[in-house]
């Protein structure tokens, strides 16, 4: 048990709670729902998880990911069944809920309080993390609350797929792009000749060249594709279902009628 993230497990459905300290916790939501009755029966569809879910669906923001780096305010026009294309979301001023799906591919979520609450989540896979849409995200914040805007906020990175899974030849475009684009200690040789990647790490960095301090920095380093047990890997098996991250910023602080804030 640490204070930035919990393991919970109800109604069949594993999950993930990102918690940060301190006042945050009044108004963060933010649920991971892993492998589990819930996101297996959803397949992949964000629509039948928030049926599963909710029963009848709020208002949400459910981009179609398409591994790039637009970042999307969430607001009352782009809720579903509108489906825009982003790999990320921002968050403030509104009790709108917003998700995002993994399946090896990195959540990345940063929030503060200050100036007022806000979150930002990201999807950031090899393609992304190649874009930097982590840069793309804090500049987008940096220009609405300017540059100290981080000095409160904390930030989440994983769980995704591990260096230990994630390799490609050494040839490969792909592997060549990385390693001009990539810190070095983010690239290693294995001993089959070929090129493991870390991307959380390189999200990490990422995070910290854009002003985030490492010790706000908190990764859930749990490798996607080698704990089949927990999450859903889409290069270890092919398979359709996703991993959901829910997130609102919560405006009461009474008893929530969701089960997984209550749990
Ligand atoms: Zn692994």
């Known amino acids: 048990m640490n204070s930035y993230f919990c393991f919970k497990d109800a109604r069949e459905q594993s999950l993930i709670s990102y918690l940060a300290p301190g006042m945050h916790n009044r108004y963060l939501s933010a649920t991971l729902f892993l492998k589990g009755n819930i996101m297996d029966?959803?397949?992949?569809?964000?629509v039948k998880a928030g049926h599963l879910l909710f029963g009848?669906?709020?208002?949400?923001?459910?981009?179609?990911?398409?591994?790039?780096?637009?970042?999307?305010?969430?607001?009352?026009r782009i809720t579903l069944p509108?489906?825009?294309?982003?790999?990320?979301?921002?968050?403030?001023n509104t009790d709108l809920f917003i998700s995002l799906r993994f399946a090896d591919c990195f959540p990345v979520l940063i929030s503060s309080s200050r100036p007022e609450p806000?979150?930002?989540?990201?999807?950031s896979g090899y393609r992304g993390t190649m874009k930097n849409i982590v840069k793309e995200g804090i500049s987008l914040v940096k220009r609405r609350y300017g540059n100290d805007c981080l000095n409160s906020a904390f930030s989440w990175v994983g769980p995704g797929i591990g260096s230990c899974c994630y390799t490609r030849k050494t040839v490969?475009?792909?592997?060549i792009e990385a390693g001009n684009r990539l810190p070095a200690e983010c690239l290693f040789s294995t001993k089959d000749g070929l090129v493991s990647i870390d991307i959380g790490r390189a999200i990490s960095m990422q995070l910290h060249e854009n002003g985030l301090p490492m010790d706000r920095i908190k990764r859930i380093a749990d490798c996607t594709s080698c704990k089949d047990s927990l999450y859903y890997s889409y290069r270890r098996n092919g398979t359709?279902?996703?991993?959901?991250?829910?997130?609102r910023l919560r405006t009461m602080y009474q008893n929530s009628p969701f089960w997984w804030e209550n749990i």
């Open 41 to 46: 029966n959803s397949d992949g569809d964000p």
């Open 56 to 76: 009848t669906m709020p208002e949400i923001v459910v981009p179609k990911q398409v591994h790039g780096t637009r970042i999307i305010l969430a607001s009352p």
């Open 82 to 92: 509108q489906r825009p294309e982003a790999d990320g979301i921002f968050l403030s």
């Open 118 to 123: 806000w979150a930002l989540v990201l999807h």
């Open 172 to 175: 490969d475009p792909p592997t």
């Open 240 to 247: 359709s279902c996703r991993m959901m991250l829910l997130v």
